[in-house]
């Protein structure tokens, strides 16, 4: 059965971003020669789904850094051409993120890295995250897009492990209960 999985960033205050998307509160660290675990966790995902403003970001920040295939779903995007340069590295699609998993399951695609502060949401409403690697960088920046937003009901988490590195980010691997 195929499973979706996150390993994202917030600020203390559970801010992806600040409210025009900047993210230079995470990037000006300057803790980027440790891995954070990344490579452990994207070596068994068989695909990557984000939506448009992640996808708008990345783009922002130079060279393709995605190994697997990006799957972008975005109603707005869908339809319209993938840039050159990306072109059979990346798809737009219009799919509901449920419709995205049967898709992708079809194509033989297991484990899946859901990216993006809206779509991890709706992939967590729709019961689509198995598990969740949420990093804290230590900074408050008092506003911005939340990483979590309204749900129906309550999504219990189980405490995997937590740890914490020399920069000072603190990194906690949940279980999504059933």
Sequence with gaps: MITG???????L?????RPDGDIGWLLARD???????YS?????????VMGRGCFEKVLTMGEWAYDRP??????????????EALQGKVRFS?????????QLEAEGVNRVYVDGGQLVQSFLRDGLIADL?????????????PLFGALP???????????????????STYRVLR
Excluded: Y
């Excluded at 452990?40 to 990557?48: L, M, Q, V």
């Excluded at 990006?70 to 840039?83: D, E, H, N, T």
């Excluded at 690697?133 to 911005?144: D, R, S």
């Excluded at 009901?153 to 990194?171: K, N």
């Design 153 to 171: 009901q309550d999504v219990s988490l189980a405490l995997v492990s937590s740890r914490h590195f020399p920069s000072g980010l603190v990194q």
């Design 13 to 17: 205050d559970g801010f992806i971003a």
């Design 133 to 145: 690697v949420v990093t804290t960088a230590p900074v408050l920046i008092g506003a911005g897009r």
């Design 70 to 83: 990006v799957l972008v779903l975005s109603r707005q995007l869908a339809g319209k051409p993938v840039p």
């Design 31 to 37: 803790d980027h020669a440790e891995d954070h675990g």
């Design 5 to 11: 999985h996150v390993f994202i960033a917030t600020s």
């Design 94 to 102: 219009g799919r509901t993120p449920k419709d995205t998993m049967t």
């Design 40 to 48: 452990d966790f994207i070596a068994d995902k068989g695909a990557i």
